[in-house]
Every structure is written in structure tokens, then in C-alpha cells.
């Protein structure tokens, strides 16, 4: 099993940055990719960018390219969410999630991809 704990999250003014956290314990060395997906009041679960095991390859949703920015430091177990220039819209719950699936593809962008979730940190971004 692989246990994740996201932390980072708060109340911040439009264009203000945030970094959350997303640290993995358990059975890390089973991690590959790992993905950061958030859930605003009344919506569904979407995704916001993902990370192959490696850290050489990422995807971002369109409404985050340019402003977000994904890591990983394998040595700490740990992926890191840069997000600038936040907007109202950002709002919502962040979850952490991981993959043991070897592959990183096109299909990292799909909740049903990731066997392990945090408990997701909240992100409140006023106007």
C-alpha cells in the first residue's frame, strides 16, 4: 500500500502563488506516475497535471499550462505543485494521486489511471 499526505493548501488573493506537497509513504519504490487532480463545489473530480516516475515527462490540463508546475524528488517521496498567478476559478480541493502502471502516457490525464489518492488540501483563491 502507498499512503499520501498532501499539505500546502490555503486561502490566498487572485494572483498570488501557492506550493503544495504531496508526500508518499508505504510501498514507494512501487510508485510511477504521480498526478495532482482537483474538485471545486459541485463539480467533478478534473485533472490538473501528472508526472512520469521519472520526472522527465508531464502533462497539463489547458487551463493550468503556463501558470502550474509539477516536480517530483524521488529521494524524498515527495511531488511538489508550483501554482502562480492563481485565479478564482482554481478554487477547489487538490488530491494527490499515484500509479504503479509502468507506462507514462495519455492516459495519466484519467482519474481511473491512479490506485492511490490523498485526502485532497484545500485551495481557496479570492477575487
Known amino acids: 500500500q502507498v499512503q499520501l499526505v498532501e499539505s500546502g493548501g490555503g486561502l490566498v488573493q487572485a494572483g498570488a502563488s501557492l506550493r503544495l506537497s504531496c508526500a508518499a509513504s508505504?510501498?514507494?519504490?512501487?510508485?510511477?506516475?504521480m498526478g495532482w487532480f482537483r474538485q471545486a463545489p459541485g463539480k467533478e473530480r478534473e485533472f490538473v497535471t501528472a508526472?512520469?516516475?521519472?520526472?522527465?515527462?508531464?502533462y497539463y490540463a489547458d487551463s493550468v499550462k503556463g501558470r502550474f508546475a509539477i516536480s517530483r524528488d524521488n529521494a524524498k517521496n515527495t511531488v511538489y505543485l508550483q501554482m502562480n498567478s492563481l485565479k478564482p476559478e482554481d478554487t477547489a480541493v487538490y488530491y494527490c494521486?499515484?500509479?504503479?502502471?509502468?507506462?507514462?502516457?495519455?492516459?495519466?490525464?484519467?482519474?481511473?489511471?491512479?490506485?492511490?489518492w490523498g485526502q485532497g488540501t484545500q485551495v481557496t483563491v479570492s477575487s
Open positions: 508526472i512520469s516516475g521519472s520526472g522527465r515527462s508531464t
Open positions: 494521486a499515484a500509479t504503479t502502471r509502468p507506462y507514462f502516457s495519455i492516459n495519466n490525464r484519467l482519474i481511473e489511471t491512479y490506485e492511490y
Open positions: 508505504g510501498r514507494t519504490f512501487s510508485m510511477n506516475a
